[in-house]
């Protein structure tokens, strides 16, 4: 079965400070992997999504950076965090090739909450 | 573009039915799904529909939709404290487009014992 993993589950960072967090999925192949952040009462906020390894489609401009050098790994960064990237991040994959003519469910991870002092 | 609006609170007895109220602005032949988010996890797909479809039914959840109207709704039989959560619509084309799911901002369910 496909699980999805991220961490850390909780981070707390100065501002200025850089970012890394990390996302990755086991059993399966050529997933579609995406980004988004939630901050309090705002819903959920796209920022990044891929559909292959070295493809990024940033989809709000920010100080905040995505890549997937595996297949199956997605790490948000950041070389310099400010105040309002404060939120809970949520890394999801969905499977390859859906959307296209069908449903595109995603599968979530637990969640990373972000708190920049 | 897409649009999906949802209203923010809902508060109910445990026990009664909860209808949680969503508005799409795509026209398009469209997926049409509802997550749950519990506290401090990640959000969970709880069921989906497509939009040639009236309704969909499962043990206690039951979608409906109102083509016409572009609304969604998600009624919850006999509530319980469990199903305490923030609740998100969500919509995704067929083909065409982006086939990227746009959220709402997500309805806060309260369970009252």
């Known amino acids: 079965s496909q699980t999805i993993h991220q961490w850390p589950a909780t981070l707390v960072q100065p501002v200025g400070s850089p970012l890394s967090l990390e996302c990755t999925v086991e059993?399966?192949?050529?997933?579609?992997l995406y980004w988004y952040r939630q901050a309090a009462g705002r819903g959920l906020q796209l920022l990044f999504y891929s559909v292959g390894i070295g493809q990024i489609s940033s989809e709000v401009p920010q100080n905040l950076s995505a890549s997937r050098p595996q297949d199956r790994q997605f790490i948000l960064s950041s070389k310099k965090l400010l105040l309002s990237d404060s939120g809970f991040y949520l890394c999801?994959?969905?499977?390859?090739?859906?959307?296209?003519?069908?449903?595109?469910?995603?599968?979530f991870g637990a969640g990373s909450r972000l708190t920049v002092l | 573009g897409e649009d999906v609006e949802q209203s923010l609170f809902l508060s109910v007895r445990e026990g009664d039915s909860s209808v949680i109220n969503c508005t799409y602005t795509?026209?398009?032949?469209?997926?049409l799904y509802w997550y749950k988010q519990e506290p401090g996890a990640g959000l969970q797909l709880l069921t989906y529909?497509?939009?040639?479809?009236d309704m969909k039914q499962d043990q206690r959840l039951t979608v409906l939709l109102n083509k016409k109207d572009k609304h969604l709704s998600l009624r919850i039989a006999d509530t319980q404290t469990g199903d305490s959560a923030i609740y998100f619509c969500?919509?995704?084309?067929?083909?065409?487009?982006?086939?990227?799911?746009?959220f709402g901002r997500g309805t806060s369910l309260i369970v009252h014992p």
């Open positions: 529909i497509f939009s040639n479809m």
């Open positions: 999801a994959w969905s499977g390859p090739g859906q959307g296209h003519s069908g449903a595109n469910v995603l599968t």
């Open positions: 795509d026209s398009s032949s469209t997926y």
């Open positions: 969500a919509e995704s084309p067929r083909s065409g487009g982006s086939y990227i799911p746009t």
């Open positions: 059993g399966t192949s050529n997933p579609n």
